[in-house]
């Protein structure tokens, strides 16, 4: 009869091997195991932070290696010291700066750093992390986007198509709008995603890996119905191109989306954004509430109730009426 504390031994010795070969597995690849479990969309901004990291390592080190393999950067700076570390993570900062990027982005950049240490840190590969902080930004960014006249009348110029191309546009700047979609949201939707009988959409939010569910306002439900009749029953993307090279195929992209509103801003003498579009549907929402900024966070999908703040603050400019009152004739 086996001994039973001998069995329990071996298959605790034998769970602790397999436990250090997949600890092995994962540190071999540490960028594929940060990744893991991230929207797509998450995972493309993630790589692009740490491609530049590699590139400036590269520029600095002059070291071939590192010419193709972010890996390879991530890994120099696990395999230093914490302080050569946080020279080296300064040194990157500082580069940001130096190429004139704006703050939001040097600050994504160095948290993209910081958030592949802490997963080394957890892992044991350091026993530190990176202490170089953000750059300051401004406190204040244009919320105010092109206004509910300039949407209405993107939106007018749009419908005055009468071929696919108006039907799917107008679906498009409705949703930017009307339901506060970014344009990553928009381009990643596919058919199955619009439950046409609810007049409900599943989206993809910017930082989530689980679908959510948003009900369509009666405007913007008619306008996808129309394209979705043009477009037909198909599976696949729910906005594709339209053009002769890739008419009915070929997933629209992002930039496509930015071109589309662009151009329809242009033709209303508008210069604007996909996101200043939903800039003015949150602005809306909050005159149409009273600043009520906990509704708004709702509607926006925002996860930082701060950022809500940042809209009411600009939208109601509590700055400039406290300089009126003051101000002097």
Same mark, same amino acid.
């Given at each position: 009869?086996?001994?039973?504390?001998?069995?329990?031994?071996?298959?605790?010795?034998?769970?602790?091997?397999?436990?250090?070969?997949?600890?092995?597995?994962?540190?071999?690849?540490?960028?594929?195991?940060?990744?893991?479990?991230?929207?797509?969309?998450?995972?493309?901004?993630?790589?692009?932070?740490?491609?530049?990291?590699?590139?400036?390592?590269?520029?600095?080190?002059?070291?071939?290696?590192?010419?193709?393999?972010?890996?390879?950067?991530?890994?120099?700076?696990?395999?230093?010291?914490?302080?050569? &570390?946080?020279?080296? #993570?300064? *040194?990157? =900062?500082?580069?940001?700066?130096?190429? +004139? @990027?704006?703050? $939001?982005?040097?600050?994504?950049?160095?948290?993209?750093?910081?958030?592949?240490?802490?997963?080394?840190?957890?892992?044991?590969?350091?026993?530190?992390?990176?202490?170089?902080?953000?750059?300051?930004?401004?406190?204040?960014?244009?919320?105010?986007?092109?206004?509910?006249?300039?949407?209405?009348?993107?939106?007018?110029?749009?419908?005055?198509?009468?071929?696919?191309?108006?039907?799917?546009?107008?679906?498009?700047?409705?949703?930017?709008?009307?339901?506060?979609?970014?344009?990553?949201?928009?381009?990643?939707?596919?058919?199955?995603?619009?439950?046409?009988?609810?007049?409900?959409?599943?989206?993809?939010?910017?930082?989530?890996?689980?679908?959510?569910?948003?009900?369509?306002?009666?405007?913007?439900?008619?306008?996808?119905? &129309?394209?979705?009749? #043009?477009? *037909?029953? =198909?599976?696949?993307?729910?906005?594709? +191109? @339209?053009?002769? $090279?890739?008419?009915?195929?070929?997933?629209?992209?992002?930039?496509?989306?930015?071109?589309?509103?662009?151009?329809?801003?242009?033709?209303?003498?508008?210069?604007?954004?996909?996101?200043?579009?939903?800039?003015?549907?949150?602005?809306?929402?909050?005159?149409?509430?009273?600043?009520?900024?906990?509704?708004?966070?709702?509607?926006?999908?925002?996860?930082?109730?701060?950022?809500?703040?940042?809209?009411?603050?600009?939208?109601?400019?509590?700055?400039?009426?406290?300089?009126?009152?003051?101000?002097?004739?």
């Amino acid at each position: 009869m086996p001994d039973t504390a001998t069995t329990g031994a071996q298959d605790l010795a034998e769970a602790r091997h397999a436990a250090v070969l997949l600890l092995d597995r994962i540190q071999e690849h540490l960028l594929d195991a940060f990744y893991a479990g991230r929207s797509e969309n998450t995972v493309r901004a993630y790589r692009r932070d740490h491609e530049d990291f590699r590139a400036f390592v590269a520029r600095q080190t002059g070291f071939e290696s590192f010419g193709d393999s972010a890996e390879r950067a991530v890994r120099l700076l696990l395999a230093i010291d914490h302080g050569p &570390a946080n020279a080296l #993570a300064l *040194g990157y =900062r500082n580069d940001l700066t130096a190429r +004139r @990027l704006q703050p $939001a982005t040097v600050n994504r950049r160095l948290a993209a750093l910081r958030s592949v240490v802490k997963l080394g840190n957890t892992l044991g590969l350091v026993a530190w992390s990176l202490d170089v902080g953000n750059v300051e930004a401004a406190a204040y960014r244009d919320t105010r986007g092109p206004g509910r006249d300039g949407v209405k009348a993107m939106i007018a110029q749009a419908k005055g198509r009468s071929d696919a191309k108006g039907l799917r546009d107008t679906a498009i700047v409705r949703l930017l709008h009307d339901v506060a979609l970014r344009r990553g949201e928009v381009v990643s939707l596919d058919l199955e995603h619009y439950d046409a009988r609810r007049g409900a959409l599943s989206i993809l939010g910017k930082g989530r890996t689980q679908r959510e569910r948003v009900t369509l306002p009666a405007p913007t439900r008619t306008a996808l119905d &129309a394209w979705v009749a #043009a477009r *037909g029953s =198909r599976a696949g993307p729910l906005f594709h +191109r @339209l053009d002769q $090279a890739g008419a009915g195929e070929g997933r629209l992209t992002g930039e496509a989306v930015r071109q589309l509103v662009r151009g329809l801003g242009a033709e209303v003498g508008i210069a604007t954004r996909p996101h200043g579009l939903r800039h003015t549907a949150i602005t809306s929402v909050l005159d149409a509430n009273g600043g009520n900024v906990r509704a708004a966070q709702r509607f926006s999908r925002h996860r930082r109730l701060e950022t809500l703040q940042l809209y009411d603050d600009n939208r109601s400019d509590l700055g400039g009426q406290m300089a009126a009152q003051i101000a002097e004739d």
